[in-house]
């Protein structure tokens, strides 16, 4: 530290013992309350430590444990995992899969130091482990090229379609809401305020209300078959009824719901860049897509990314939107929580679906906040 | 032709003005409603809290001699066996009568939910249908009373769809019907289902390979099943609507439909399929931790007297525990007749119709739903 700014002096005081415990008490405790506790009764109810049922007989004629066990863990865990790739098809233990994401995630986030090929792997590995995922929502269910399912067991085949849904969700938004933070932040003047403020607009109304209003537009009779009707592209009596109630729906309206948020963070990471090195692109020769390409981008990455996982992680345990307009085929990982902590009431394997879940979660975070950093700190 | 087959014809307005009773007015729903809330609005609160199910709940004048001597008990809702029973063993809800299907009564004394009822506190008791009372008896005590009784099946709608066969595999594997179908959010009547479809031999005593081999049938069928429903409200909104074409539904739902001011004209059909029909008994018990006992009975007095049985019959075609000769007489013969609340003695019998009965391996038929839910 050069020298002793206000800010650094203040920080200092900060850290001594009771600025420290001032500061990080309140909200500190906070979390250690609200999450942690919880997160430790979530756990003993994974393993048959705590159980519902008032007495244990109750427990017992719902089917709960009542000692300590592994079993649903294992239930969740155990099967193989079936893989059909372009028509071939094959099984797998789910642990040799997990392996070789994780070996991919590594790849995709440390190749660049990979020596004299290493500006390939990391590429290669992104695309390795997105593509499988990526799906075209189109008529009753996803299109994917590839499809992990585990037959013995529905709950893994939900997340999979989960993250599926959610990945899909989150790359489509980033591609409509970029061009929209980019005209927000380089080509209005000072009126984009006011624009962003329209923008984000849907949010000041619930967003109950909003998916409800998808059904209006929707349904069998709803706003888009009427006209399909009117123009006479479809006959009255055969409506096209994948557009309520299917994975579709979901797709359209978590997209929706969705692409405000994912602006916001683009147009920060827009709005703050320095004009002049665009001007010293251009005084260099540089077309304008080149300094696009090699100025404006790498600079909005990191908030690229992060609009990225604003909404992947949220929506990879959605099951609000699935439960209103998903009908059947729209149910997701996140449903079968809520429904085994709500309408099931078997917590026991709510609580193993849901920590599994944070542990997936967890781990992206913590895998892409790395690259978060490295991305800022290359430019 | 089969009872079942029945397009509905006549308005139920003109029969109840016909009978002569003077509950026509409830029939047109909204001026029922005005009613109710009448007779409900300024009565007093009663601190009895009744576990029942929400149609029950709404404007059920069959109940009003309970509502003008001790007020309007507290209700809490009631949608599914399976869930409220695990809901209850949680601890999560405290009531003095509850309302699950007899079926179930072993289970919820077993979990140590409900209370021995003490049958010489009745005066209704001795009206009470012995034939519907067994499955409420555990170790020679009675913990549930058989109170309504009824049908469950595939309704459709005639406007829209005709089928090839009365049958649930018929309706669950049309092409015509996909995404059209809605049924009951609850795993056992859908791995019931499953297996009747199966031709299993009987759908409440299915073995391990029978449940499995049903999910796999429903999993097949699921192209079909546009939701499943948890309250009937949901159901009835989608099929009136036309978005589904085909509800699972009981006779409350059939006669709720039928009655509907927007499904004027609509034919409407409870099917009775080849395969045969779901049937249930639904019973009354006294919470274990009950607060109000002596309300409770009285309650429960009233809801085996003549008036809650007529509304039980006439407003929701279902069959009731306690049905005396006045309150044939008094109903509409067509419903009686399809709905067969006079033949008591073969209403429930298979190889038509599959009484629910208690299930052992209750959990092994949800596990199995989770599957047909998730695939």
Redesign the interface.
């Known amino acids: 530290m050069a020298s002793s700014t206000p800010s650094s002096r203040l920080g200092r005081r900060v850290r001594s013992g009771a600025g420290t415990a001032a500061m990080l008490l309140p909200g500190g405790g906070w979390l250690l309350l609200f999450f942690l506790v919880p997160l430790y009764y979530v756990f003993l109810f994974s393993t048959g430590q705590r159980w519902?049922?008032?007495?244990k007989?109750?427990?017992?004629?719902?089917?709960e444990l009542t000692s300590f066990s592994w079993d649903l863990w294992g239930q969740l865990l155990g099967p193989d995992l079936k893989l059909d790739v372009l028509g071939a098809s094959g099984t797998m233990p789910l642990w040799v899969f997990g392996f070789v994401e994780a070996g991919l995630l590594a790849l995709a986030l440390l190749g660049g130091r990979l020596g004299r090929y290493g500006r390939f792997v990391s590429p290669i590995a992104v695309v390795l482990l997105v593509l499988p995922y990526i799906a075209i929502p189109w008529g009753?269910g996803l299109h994917r090229i590839a499809g992990f399912t585990s037959p013995d067991n529905?709950?893994m085949?939900?997340l999979f379609r989960s993250i599926s849904m959610s990945l899909t969700v989150s790359i489509a938004a980033v591609l409509l809401a970029f061009p929209v933070a980019y005209y927000l932040a380089f080509c209005l003047g000072p009126a984009k305020y006011r624009w962003l403020v329209i923008v984000i607009a849907p949010f000041l109304t619930s967003y109950l209300l909003r998916v409800l209003a998808f059904k209006v537009i929707l349904?069998?009779?709803g706003l888009v078959n009427t006209l399909l009707f009117d123009v006479g592209l479809r006959n009255r009596d055969n409506p096209v009824?994948?557009l309520?109630?299917?994975q579709f729906t979901v797709f359209v309206v978590l997209l929706y719901a969705w692409v405000p948020f994912v602006a916001l963070p683009i147009f920060v990471a827009l709005e703050n860049q320095d004009r002049r090195l665009l001007e010293a692109a251009t005084d260099l020769g540089a077309s304008r897509l080149l300094a696009f390409r090699r100025i404006t981008l790498p600079l909005a990455a990191p908030g690229i990314v992060a609009a990225f996982l604003f909404i992947f992680i949220p929506t990879i345990g959605e099951f609000v939107t699935p439960q209103l307009v998903g009908?059947?085929?729209g149910?997701l990982f996140g449903s079968?929580i809520a429904?085994d902590f709500g309408?099931?009431?078997?917590?026991q394997s709510g609580a193993v679906l849901a920590l599994f879940l944070i542990a997936i979660v967890l781990a992206l975070t913590g895998a892409t906040s790395k690259f978060l950093r490295a991305t800022g700190g290359e430019v | 032709m089969s009872t079942g087959d029945i397009p509905h014809g006549i308005s139920r307005r003109g029969f109840l003005a016909a009978s002569g009773l003077t509950l026509a007015g409830l029939a047109t729903g909204g001026v029922g409603e005005a009613l109710a809330a009448a007779t409900r609005g300024n009565a007093k609160k009663s601190p009895l809290v009744v576990y029942d199910w929400s149609y029950y709940q709404k404007d059920y004048t069959g109940f009003n001699a309970y509502f003008k001597k001790y007020g309007v008990p507290k209700y809490i809702t009631f949608n599914?066996d399976?869930?409220e029973?695990?809901?209850a063993?949680?601890?999560a809800v405290q009531y003095d009568v509850v309302h699950p299907c007899i079926a179930y009564i072993p289970?919820w004394k077993?979990?140590?939910?409900v209370k021995e009822i003490d049958t010489t506190k009745l005066k209704t008791f001795k009206t009470i249908d012995k034939s519907l009372s067994k499955p409420g008896i555990v170790d020679g005590k009675v913990y549930g009373l058989p109170w309504d009784w009824g049908y469950s099946t595939l309704m459709y709608r005639g406007d829209k769809y005709k089928p090839k066969a009365q049958s649930w595999e018929s309706l669950l594997f049309d092409k015509r019907l996909?995404?059209?179908i809605t049924l009951y959010?609850e795993g056992v009547a859908i791995i019931k289902i499953g297996g009747l479809i199966n031709g299993v031999e009987n759908p409440n005593h299915m073995t391990q390979a029978e449940i499995d081999k049903a999910a796999q049938t429903m999993i097949k069928a699921?192209?079909n099943?546009?939701?499943?429903w948890?309250s009937e409200t949901q159901a009835m909104q989608d099929f009136n609507?036309?978005?589904v074409w085909a509800t699972y539904a009981w006779p409350d739902t059939y006669a709720q439909v039928i009655t509907n001011k927007t499904m004027k004209g609509v034919p409407v059909t409870y099917m009775q399929p080849k395969e045969g029909m779901l049937a249930w008994i639904c019973s009354f018990a006294i919470g274990a931790n009950v607060k109000n006992e002596d309300l409770a009975y009285k309650y429960l007095d009233v809801a085996y007297s003549t008036p809650a049985m007529e509304f039980l019959v006439n407003a929701f075609y279902t069959g009731g525990a306690a049905m005396t000769k006045k309150v044939l007489a008094d109903a509409d013969p067509k419903f009686v007749k399809q709905f067969r609340l006079n033949q008591l003695d073969t209403a429930l019998k298979a190889p038509r119709v599959w009484l629910e009965e208690h299930l052992p391996n209750?959990?092994a038929y949800?596990k199995a739903y989770?599957?047909v839910?998730?695939?």
């Open positions: 519902q049922g008032v007495t007989a109750a427990a017992f004629v719902n089917g009753h529905p709950s085949s939900l349904t069998d009779q009824d994948w309520l109630y299917s009908g059947t085929e149910y079968a429904d309408q099931n009431n078997d917590w | 599914t399976q869930a029973l695990a809901k063993a949680s601890g289970d077993e979990a140590g939910l996909r995404n059209k959010d699921r192209p099943i546009a939701s499943f948890q609507s036309g978005k209750r959990v949800l989770q599957k839910k998730s695939a």
